[in-house]
């Protein structure tokens, strides 16, 4: 089995910073992108960043110049950097890697999600 920990949510002043990270253990063999997504209240999920197993990463407009996206493959987590945070950016965020289980096939795995909440 796999399993995702997410971690480094909380609460932040408009204009501050979060760092959130996302840990997979289990028997893995390996993991290809990992992304982070967003679901705000009454508002679909929607991406946020990825980053692939090489290192390439894309981001929404959203959150472009604000958010850093990396990934530590040894320590199997990715992480999200958040500056400049604005209360838009208020949401649960879920982590999503897509890994190969020793023996399986590629599938998507999913974090428990981190509650953001950007607010003076």
């Known amino acids: 089995q796999v399993q995702l920990v997410e971690s480094g949510g909380g609460l932040v002043q408009p204009g501050g910073s979060l760092r959130l990270s996302c840990a997979a253990s289990g028997n893995i063999f390996r993991i290809n992108t990992m992304g982070w997504y967003r679901q705000a209240p009454g508002k679909q999920r929607e991406l946020v960043a990825t980053?692939?197993?090489?290192?390439?990463?894309s981001y929404a407009d959203s959150v472009k110049g604000r958010f850093t996206i990396s990934r530590d493959n040894a320590k199997r987590t990715v992480y999200l950097q958040m500056n400049s945070l604005k209360p838009e950016d208020t949401a649960v965020y879920y982590c999503?890697?897509?890994?190969?289980?020793?023996?399986?096939?590629?599938?998507?795995?999913w974090g428990q999600g981190t509650q953001v909440t950007v607010s003076s």
């Open positions: 999503k890697q897509v890994i190969i289980r020793t023996g399986y096939y590629e599938a998507d795995y």
């Open positions: 980053v692939t197993r090489g290192g390439s990463t």
